[in-house]
């Protein structure tokens, strides 16, 4: 199993979306002042993403985009955020087949 495992690896690391990932993340990084309002949208954006006390965050998230309207118009960054979210859809496509069909128990969580 763990030999598929690094298997798996290598192929998102050589994947196209991880690739692109890779390079429009340094091209960002070139600009620390860039890479830093970058840094504070995302986490901002993590933050309220993570709420989970039943509260309907889209009035919040909605300002988010307001607020740093001009940091996420930034080409570089724009392409970044694009890259970033096809590979964490993609990696969420590739979790949720490695868990199919097996039958874990999360009653702990509750």
């Known amino acids: 199993m763990l030999e598929l495992a690094a298997r798996l690896n290598n192929a998102i690391k050589t ?3 991880y690739r692109r990932y890779c390079e429009t993340l340094e091209a960002v990084k070139r600009n ?3 890479y830093q309002a970058m840094n504070a949208f ?3 954006n993590f ?3 993570s709420y989970d006390d039943g509260v309907n965050r889209y009035h919040e998230i909605n300002n988010l985009g307001f607020e740093f309207e001009k940091v996420v ?3 570089a960054i724009y392409d970044f955020l694009v890259a ?3 590979l964490s859809r993609k990696m969420t496509q590739m979790y949720e087949m490695i868990a199919d069909g097996l039958d874990l128990d ?3 969580m509750e």
Do not use: F, H, I, T
């Open 15 to 17: 994947s196209e979306e």
């Open 106 to 108: 999360y009653d702990y």
């Open 47 to 49: 933050e309220l993403q």
């Open 42 to 44: 995302r986490r901002r």
């Open 73 to 75: 118009r930034d080409p």
């Open 32 to 34: 620390p002042e860039q």
């Open 84 to 86: 970033e979210q096809m």
